[in-house]
């Protein structure tokens, strides 16, 4: 079998994160996990991951649950670099789950958006929710 790897940026409190990792390993991969909230960013990852995505810092930017508004960050106009900056100094600011696979990169939410970045699927899937996607 060739190689297919597959990055997962990944955070375990979040149950569309936990989702979306348990869809990679029920289609038979073993990700590369990085929690990026232990680890951090670099500002050069996050221009990669943007980039490849085909968008802009503030697709990724999460708003609930972080400092985004008393930062200022919700503001329009508030520049791609501005943002970035605030991303690598609070890694809470990027959206989860993050996914990079030879497919493309892709914000992951809902967990289901991983499947268009994988060679093989699950046959079926079981959210944590109950919910069951069928590939």
């Given amino acids: 079998m060739t190689a297919f790897p597959i990055t997962i940026y990944h955070n375990p409190k979040c149950g569309t994160s936990r989702n979306t990792l348990a869809m990679i390993e029920a289609a038979g991969y073993a990700p590369t996990v990085v929690e990026y909230l232990k680890t951090g960013w670099t500002r050069p990852l996050l221009e990669h ?52 696979t030879p497919l493309g990169v892709r914000l992951c939410r809902p967990s289901e958006r991983v499947l268009d970045l994988l060679e093989r699927k699950p046959d079926s899937f079981t959210k944590e929710d109950g919910e069951v996607v069928k590939p």
């Fill in 49 to 100: 991951l943007v980039g490849a995505m085909g968008g802009t810092a503030r697709d990724i930017l999460r708003e609930k649950g972080t400092p985004a508004a008393e930062l200022g960050l919700l503001e329009p106009g508030v520049s791609d670099d501005a943002l970035l900056d605030a991303m690598v100094a609070h890694p809470i600011l990027v959206n989860r789950p993050i996914v990079e």
